[in-house]
């Protein structure tokens, strides 16, 4: 018996993915390799997505759907399969982040997930040298999260970067370009404001660490706060407080929106040959 045929389909969304995608194929009398032909992949990694063993892409499940006659069943589902390819500790955050009207962020070393090139985002993931074969599927999650900034109403987005995040390349210099000029087509959308505070500004509210404060639909607001190994969702009154007031103190000592774009130009121009 195949690893795909032992999956119990209530084991997790992913595997209930992979057992419904195997079961509709083989009721519709396709093929692995046809179906994976029709994708576009290799039959290898659709025989690893039916075994659990890899999330499944947009893509296939768009194809699924038409091939499987799954009225449009795999494209529904793909969202949820990939929020469950975040940490555990990370999904209640996403789901906030969802529901966020504003959201205000503050990084001191990088450019905030929301932003990332997938380029800048596979350089940063990364880094902690993981499994090398988990590393596209936590790609795959964190720009599926920039998706929230395409709605037709999408939350106001107010990024304040420490200029240490234009500065420190991350990866090779194309990456770096890339992620650059993404920030640049970032700070012309309305509804995305970005400033940066220079480094002769010195010591400044940030110094903690990076945060993002969150103004939600319904509820009170809360604050995440960045960790070592694993974030932190705060909602006590006084911890929201003394981050608005943090964000406050950050955006006077930054530069305007429209000096923080010349930095940012600056600093790609300074990666030209």
Known sequence: MTYAEELD???SVLAFYAT???RR???AGMSQRALAKEALMAPSLLNKIEAARRLPTQPLSVVADKMLLADEFF???WPVVIKHAYPAWFRPYVDLEEAATVIRSFEAQLVPGLLQTADYARTVLSARRPNPETVEEQVAARLNRQRVL???EPPELW???DENVLRRRMGHVDT???QLER???AAETPSIVLQVVPYDAGCHAGVGGPFAALTLDEGPDVVYVEGFLQGQILAEPEHVKAAKRAYDLLMTAALSPSRSIDLIADALKELRP
Do not use: F, I, K, Q
């Open 9 to 11: 389909p209530s084991e």
């Open 20 to 22: 419904e995608l195997r």
């Open 25 to 27: 194929r083989e009721a």
């Open 75 to 77: 494209t529904r589902l």
């Open 150 to 152: 395409d709605r037709p």
């Open 159 to 161: 990024t304040v970067l």
């Open 176 to 178: 770096m370009r890339g």
């Open 183 to 185: 920030l640049l087509v």
